[in-house]
Structure formats: structure tokens, C-alpha cells
């Protein structure tokens, strides 16, 4: 009688170096979705401030004489995915590495570790706004057009003094009796009192007038300083009525698109002679344009819309050399003339200035 033939079982040692491969693609796989501490640069949606939106006009006047426009003002924007948003997960890094038009940073060199996605939110919204307010500053300046000026709360922190009781869109007439017809004024008058000082502010809030009272506390930033919480802002407001219809978007590089788009309404001239250009660049109410981040993703923006055109603060020259999409000109400026200057000589035919590292 032969013995039966023992079947070949697998050894212990094989089951778990099965296993331990098992795991390990497992967790490869898990660290491959997990959010990275980076945050994602790519061009965002761009939006003919001259144009409508979701059947609106983005700049919308009432109770004045406007013209016809024709042509587009495209205002640039930049998608941020990661950092305090989060969602950026270590494939769509790598994946943006990889894609020229995108930039992948650490977040502490963009946002502190404290700062959470809500702060960015507030903090963008409110910096949007009062790029509004400077558009509105600004070309009122640069039409001679009259305006009134109110210093207003531009926005409140999430834990903060002034929480649930100052707003966003606050006009402070007074603080403690006194006029307020400076922005500096307010600051001065909390930073001079010891902390724990409560301040009576007469505010109006929707075209009605309110008393508030805020007590000052340590600031979180200074321990030495006190405070309230609240970013303060300046509002322009000539004799008729402008609103942006431009949900969504936050921070301030719109400021000369806007600014240029509101003027284009207010004139008989035809600024963009029915062309596509395009442009960035923050805006103070005396015209002075400013620098602004993600310059090569707005450049990448600007030629996705066959724009021909691209308008930048001269501050962003150097970060946006060698990085032109062809077909489209890059002129840097300075200020708000300059800015309609270049314009009227592009739509001519006329050379415009160009960055020196661009040439």
C-alpha cells in the first residue's frame, strides 16, 4: 500500500511576506490620496468684466449715462487647490509638477500653520471687496467724477472682539464721539487705550444708524497690542450706483480689470475697438497699480481666451519672463494711465512697451 503524496502548502514564512506586500500596497496606495502640505497654483476661469455673467451685467450702473462696449475686458484668475483648503493630494502634486502652467509650493510660504481655510475665505473676500472699492476710486479719479468717501469695516475676524456686533459693510460715522473720516483713525484711537477699553461706535449698517460697543483685547499677534478684530476699508460712492456682479472670486488683482471695465462703461469711447485683451494687477484709488501673485498661471489664463493682449504690473516683469504663451503681448505699466494708454496704442497699431527680460 503506496503512502499518499502530501500536497505542497505554503509556508508560514510565505503567508506573511504575502501579507506584509498586501499592506504595503495598501498603505502606498492610501499615502497616494492623502492631502500633502502644498498648495496647487493652476489658471483659474477668467470673466469679461465688460460682458454679462448668469445673465447679469458684471458691472452694473444705474442712475447715469453709460455707452455700449464691444470687444472683452478679461479679468485673469488662479485656481488654488491645498494648503488651508485643502484637497491636494500627492498624485495631483506630482501631476502638476509635471504641467507647465501649474505651480506646486509648500504652504508655509503662503500660509502660516494657524490659518484655516475659512480665514483664507474671510480674508480674500474682504480684500476683493475692497478692490471694488478702489475700482470704483479709481476711475471715478481718473474721470474727474466727485465721490463721497466712508471709512467702513471691511471685514471681521471669526474669534474675535468685534464678533457679532461689527459687520462687513459697517460705515463707522464715530468711535467714542469722534468723527472717523480716516481709516487710520481707528486704529489709533483702539492701539492708544489700554486693552480692555470698550469703544461706543456709531455705525450705519444698510442705511440705518446703530450704536455698538466693542471691548479691546490682546491681540493674538502682538500681546503687547491691543485690538477688535476688524479690517477697515474705505468706500467710494459717487451720485450713482455701480455693483459688481462678481460672486466667487476673492483677493485683489481684479482691481485694474474692474477699473478699466467700469471706465469703458462711463465713456463714449470704445476701448477695446472690439479686440480681446486681458490683464491683472491690484488698484489704489489714485491709480497706483500693484503686484499680484500667480502671474504665469493668469498669462496661461489670458491665452486659453485668444486674448492678444495682456496688461501686468510692472512688479511682476522678472517671474513672468520666459514664460509668454505665443501670440500674445505683454506690456507691464505703472499706473491706471498707463494702462488706457497701452490700450489706445495696441487697438491703433501702435507698439507698446514691453518688460525688458520679456524682449
Known sequence: MSAEKSKPGVSKRGRVLAISGISLMVLLLIALFVPVPFVRMAPGPTFNVIGDRDGKPMIEVTGTTTYPVTGQLQM????????PRGGLTFVSAIASWFNPDDAVVPRELLYPDEVSGEDVKSEQAAMFSTSESNSIGAATTYLKIPT???????????????????????????????????????????????????????????????DVQVTSAVSPQDKKTPYIGIGIGVM???????????????????????????????????????????????????????????IRQKLAGASATQAKLFLMPEGNCKEAAGHVPAGLTVTPVKNLTQAMEA???????QKVPACPSIQ
Open 343 to 349: 490700450v489706445q496704442k495696441w487697438t491703433t497699431g
Open 148 to 210: 463721497t468717501k466712508h471709512v467702513v469695516v471691511s471685514q471681521v475676524g471669526g474669534d474675535a472682539p468685534a464678533t457679532g456686533k461689527l459687520q462687513a459693510g459697517d460705515v463707522v460715522v464715530s468711535v467714542n464721539g469722534t468723527a472717523i473720516t480716516e481709516s487710520q483713525q481707528i486704529t489709533q484711537l483702539i492701539q492708544s487705550a489700554p486693552v480692555g477699553t470698550t469703544f461706543a461706535f456709531s455705525i450705519e449698517r444698510d442705511g440705518k444708524p446703530k
Open 236 to 294: 467710494y460712492e459717487p451720485n450713482f450706483e455701480v455693483k459688481f456682479n462678481v460672486e466667487g472670486v476673492g483677493g485683489p488683482s481684479a482691481g485694474l480689470t474692474l477699473t478699466m471695465g467700469l471706465i469703458d462703461k462711463l465713456t463714449p469711447e470704445n476701448l477695446t475697438a472690439g479686440k480681446i485683451i486681458a490683464g491683472t494687477g491690484t488698484i489704489k484709488p489714485d491709480g497706483i497699480v500693484g503686484p499680484i501673485g500667480g
Open 76 to 83: 485673469t484668475t488662479v485656481l488654488e487647490s491645498g494648503g
